[in-house]
């Protein structure tokens, strides 16, 4: 079956703009007309009345940013990772919906793109696929063949418009929150994450960058056989568009790694949490991305070394010594539970101000309980026992810890009026919650409390 494609994408700031003002005139009138009909109602009819017509307004928002690919579509992923401190449930969920596939541009659409962006020399050098390997929000992805060679390579293409739309992307999605009403008051937390937001998504759209981060992952990584970078073709890349070797591998939620026997995909797991504390701690350097379309297993047929494919470096964040110094700090004091010791570094990274209640710290100190559960050794009084094997190991796959650590959060939030994360770790979170859910999928067993203690003994 083909797969469904797209004739154009509504790149212009006519064209998006439209679409958002449509959103703006139905929102509008729904609004008005609720709080018409609501006007005699009791308080709490008028609150329950309310709280439908938002979920409504909420998804009829993630659908049509789900339609205008490009940024518009990428922030509304990213405002879904901290949507719980700024916007009310009924958001939350609609801006979770948001899925990162999507139907790719048809070839009579992407090919006069390719052109553009390739020379009619490097045009002939290559045999390109006419359908697409991957698509996303920003751009796709096609198969291509160097003639002289016959090596298989990878062309991203950046979609037209991308770039050029980010500032106006997100000015015109945050009018549409205020005029839904949900931004908060004091909005200081928001615009620090609206500026990280725009920051990654510049990073994302540049491609010199990612081919440069692409290299330095290469050379980190090269003798690591548990891993494979894709090598980069400079020769065939430009701006807007990167060209880097095809690695064959299936998804990590694929059936043919879930056929596994549980020794090679406990292997598998603990290599990705290896990397995972690498880029933290040794490389400074985090693909903050957790998608599972980043990644691909590479299955030995021989059965002694799997290989984790890394794809797509353009989320690669880079984070100042201090903060690593101060997080690591703060890490070790949860780690062996040294709670003063957590408290300072914690308040040194922004998660908590020097003014902060006593009341304040013992809420924080209990959500960290919470957090470093996998990592623990089972003979810590604070370990999970009904979450461990036989051998002690943490068993990821019977987990419930992220729901726990958001009804946690939530309460934290709530009684606290907990601040907005620090954004430095905005997109650290967003990896920490994909690395569980890999663990998870991989139904890892391995020793995290030996793993953890070699990094932050390091």
Not at 137 to 152: D, F, N, R, Y
Not at 252 to 272: F, G, M, P, T
Request: aromatic share 10%.
């Amino acid at each position: 079956m083909a797969k469904k494609t797209i004739k154009k994408i509504r790149s212009g700031f006519f064209d998006r703009g439209l679409s958002l003002t449509k959103i703006a005139v139905k929102s509008s009138s729904s609004i008005a007309a609720n709080s018409m009909k609501n006007i005699f109602s009791d308080k709490d009819t008028k609150h329950s009345s309310f709280q439908a017509l938002l979920e409504a307004q909420a998804k009829l928002l993630a659908n049509e940013l789900g339609h205008l690919k490009g940024s518009l579509m990428k922030v509304g992923q990213m405002m879904a990772l901290y949507g719980e401190h700024f916007f009310p449930k009924e958001v939350v969920k609609a801006l979770k919906a948001l899925n990162e596939d999507s139907p790719p541009l048809d070839w009579e659409a992407i090919a006069p793109i390719i052109q553009k962006r390739l020379s009619p020399e490097q045009m002939e050098l290559l045999e390109i696929d006419r359908d697409a390997l991957a698509a996303a929000s920003m751009g796709q992805v096609h198969k291509a063949t160097i003639k002289q060679t016959g090596e298989v390579i990878c062309l991203k293409i950046q979609y037209p418009g991308v770039s050029k739309a980010i500032d106006n992307d997100i000015k015109a999605l945050k009018s549409m929150l205020t005029m839904l009403k949900v931004i908060p008051k004091n909005s200081s937390g928001f615009e620090d994450m609206l500026s990280e937001v725009r920051t990654m998504l510049r990073h994302e759209v540049d491609y010199e960058r990612e081919l440069s981060y692409t290299d330095v992952m290469y050379g980190l990584l090269k003798d690591d056989s548990r891993f494979v970078v894709p090598k980069t073709y400079p020769q065939f890349s430009s701006k807007k568009l990167i060209a880097t070797s095809f690695e064959e591998g299936v998804g990590i939620d694929s059936k043919e790694v879930d056929s596994l026997n549980q020794d090679r995909k406990h292997q598998l797991a603990e290599s990705y949490a290896f990397l995972f504390l690498a880029e933290l701690f040794d490389y400074g350097l985090m693909q903050t991305d957790p998608h599972f379309g980043n990644y691909k297993i590479r299955i030995d047929q021989n059965g002694k070394q799997d290989q984790i494919i890394l794809l797509d470096f353009g989320a690669i964040r880079k984070f100042p010594k201090t903060f690593l110094h101060d997080y690591k700090s703060m890490l070790k004091g949860i780690f062996y539970n040294r709670r003063e010791e957590s408290i300072n570094a914690a308040t040194k990274v922004g998660y908590l101000a020097p003014d902060d209640s006593e009341k304040l710290h013992d809420q924080f100190w209990k959500l960290t309980q919470l957090v470093i559960e996998p990592w623990l050794h089972k003979d810590d009084p604070r370990a999970n026992q009904s979450l461990l094997s036989r051998k002690g190991h943490y068993l990821w796959a019977h987990s419930d810890l992220p729901s726990r650590v958001t009804k946690m959060g939530a309460e934290y939030a709530l009684t606290f009026k907990m601040r907005p994360p620090p954004k430095e770790v905005v997109f650290l979170d967003r990896k920490i919650g994909g690395v569980f859910i890999v663990l998870k999928t991989l139904e890892a067993q391995f020793d995290g409390h030996q793993l953890m203690k070699s990094f932050l003994e390091n």
